[in-house]
């Protein structure tokens, strides 16, 4: 054990990033705005390393989130000052470089600050032997025992690579416990906090479906989980700051980019449909009863390629004929072009209304996108031709950007491999060099049955309105699916909802989604379904196959369709 707290029973634990990009001020602000003893940052998603594998391929001491350098810049005298660690996955393909980096900010400060890391993630250099192919980044995820093994050195600051996100909460609140490796349920309880803060705002009040009911969005602030020793958390916030902490933004986040109801990790596999949330006063929601079960044998890889080039052009088409217009471009522009891309896709988004009382409203956008292994077919071969037709096609042609060339792409796809193939080492402040062995109980991953469902609601009169008037829904991505989390309030709505919205609706309703397999995943605890939508996403957020590459607006396009709802639901109150 290694005390992280003065207080023995509860570690609190920050969030200050969400992604790489996220607010820069707010390891400042999380700082500043009351007791923590932890601060952790996730930087690292699946776009995120093929940015960081491009920076490599450039520069090869980068790799590394460089926001994270600015930000421990600005703060780390007062984080030493107030006993706060910093954990972070901001080393991304590379962890040591990061921690040399901030050895040297330390010095250039005048600041003594013990900085360990942890690594053995990527296996680019045995990517082909390990039969993964040729990536241009291959990085397995790790768990928390690197984490808990440098916080047990003393280690002020901890960077890794590519760990899941959650591992950055886990690995302090395993280190503080002292937790061992089949404490199952408290590191699965501590797996749900993590997936709950990692993302950081999204937790209070961000993308939230009924945003409308928060009285200050204005700033959310970033979320904190007080984890106790069995597991349990509550989420929190600083005091002061904007957003709202609430059983809805909370479960929000649990449904976030998930699959089934088994979560797994390198460290233990959570049961989402064990989760209880109950509030627990302003701003506080109570997560407990997580069960937590072995974790699988194998470890999941990300691997990124670069999988051509693309480039795009988007007509604007105005007022009466939008669609004989669409036509005579595309007819036109396919048989102007000398040379044929590999991949060449129309979307034709009818944002136009009729008698419009602006020009842009009166307007559909008519997008091409072309991909291909030669960079030359995209480029002006592609985007001159498309302008060529200004003057020879519909009536009112133009075009939201002039040509260009064409820009590299990249693939998302996971591998697995055994957990004893993958090193994982903790790199300690003073150089030493810890293994971590994988875990030695194991168990296959399996579906969990669907659960029985509550009794049908009678209903004896419907009204038409959107799904969205009772249900709360997030979306979101995982390679190329996509996960879309509904749930309802009441009892008495989750008998409706349960046998409503089956897959065969959500086909209905999300025409897109017709052709592509959809799993449904029942969560009674949450009052919640969730549907993977395998394929949508093509071949991941880098591939763009969709206008909405990350899924990010999908579960909002699906609160939007109009449903037979029964005739006396209505949103009720948190």
């Known amino acids: 054990m290694s005390m992280l707290a003065a207080d023995p029973d509860v570690l609190r634990i920050g969030n200050c990033s969400g992604f790489y990009g996220d607010r820069i001020g707010a390891m400042r602000e999380m700082l500043e ?18 940015i960081l594998g491009r920076d490599r391929m450039k520069d090869a001491s980068l790799g590394y989130a460089k926001t994270f350098v600015k930000q421990v810049e600005d703060c780390l005298g007062l984080a030493l000052e107030r006993k706060v660690r910093l954990v972070a996955n901001a080393g991304g393909l590379n962890p040591a470089g990061l921690a040399e980096k901030l050895r040297s900010v330390a010095a250039d400060l005048g600041l003594q600050a013990a900085v360990a890391h942890v690594e053995g993630d990527d296996l680019l250099p045995r990517a082909d032997e390990l039969g993964l192919g040729k990536p241009l980044t291959a990085n397995a995820y790790l768990g928390a025992w690197g984490i808990v093994e440098c916080l047990r050195s003393g280690a002020d600051i901890v960077v890794t690579g590519r760990v899941t996100d959650a591992s950055v909460i886990v690995g302090p609140a395993a280190a503080h416990f002292g937790w061992g490796r ?25 993308n939230f479906a009924f945003f409308t009911e928060l009285a200050d969005l204005g700033r959310p602030g970033f979320p904190i989980a007080e ?31 998930i699959q089934g109801a088994r979560y797994a990790g390198p ?31 194998r470890l999941k890889v990300s691997l ?24 005579l471009a595309r007819e036109q522009l396919e048989s102007w072009l000398t040379v044929r891309p590999a991949e060449l896709d129309w979307t034709l988004a009818r944002l136009d209304r009729p008698d419009a009382e602006t020009e842009e409203q009166a307007s559909a956008l008519l ?10 077919k995209v480029g002006r071969a592609f985007s001159g031709v498309a302008v060529e037709l200004a003057l020879a096609s519909y009536p009112g042609c133009s075009f939201t950007a002039p040509p260009g060339n064409g820009s590299p792409y990249g693939v998302f796809r996971a591998g697995y491999v055994d957990a004893a193939e993958v090193p994982h080492v903790a790199v300690l402040p003073d150089g030493t060099r810890v293994d971590i062995a994988p875990a030695a109980a194991t168990a296959e991953l399996e579906a969990v049955p669907e659960p029985a469902l509550p009794q049908p609601l009678p209903v004896e009169e419907t009204r038409r309105g959107p799904l969205g008037e009772i249900a709360l829904a997030r979306s979101g991505d995982k390679g190329g699916d996509a996960n879309i989390g509904v749930w309802v309030r009441t009892e008495e709505q989750w008998r409706w909802l349960a046998h409503t919205l089956t897959v065969e609706k959500v086909r209905q309703l999300l025409p897109e989604t017709a052709d592509l397999e959809i799993t449904r995943h029942v969560l009674p605890n949450l009052r919640a379904l969730n549907f993977v939508v395998s394929g949508l996403l093509g ?36």
């Open 33 to 50: 705005g009351g007791h923590l003893d932890v601060l952790t940052g996730d930087y690292l998603a699946e776009l995120t390393m093929l």
């Open 304 to 327: 990124n390629t670069i999988g051509g080039f693309r480039n795009e052009m988007q007509f604007v088409l105005t007022g009466l004929d939008i669609e004989a217009k669409a036509a």
């Open 182 to 206: 089949t404490d199952h349920d408290a590191l699965a309880g501590a797996v749900v906090a993590g997936h709950i803060i990692e993302c950081g705002t999204q937790a209070t009040g961000g």
């Open 227 to 257: 984890i106790r020793a069995d597991g349990s958390s509550v989420i929190t916030k600083h005091a002061g700051t904007g957003g709202a902490v609430t059983v809805d933004t909370v479960r929000s986040q649990v449904m976030y980019e």
């Open 267 to 297: 460290d233990v596999t959570a049961r989402l449909d064990t989760v209880r949330l109950t509030q627990d006063g302003p701003d506080r929601v109570r997560v407990d009863g997580v069960r937590g079960e072995a974790p699988p044998p």
């Open 367 to 376: 997008r091409c996108v072309v991909r291909d292994p030669d960079p030359n």
């Open 539 to 574: 071949e991941g957020v880098a591939y763009q196959a969709r206008f909405d590459p990350q899924a990010k607006g999908l579960g909002e396009w699906l609160r939007s369709r109009w449903v037979d709802l029964p005739a006396e639901a209505h949103r009720t109150t948190a």
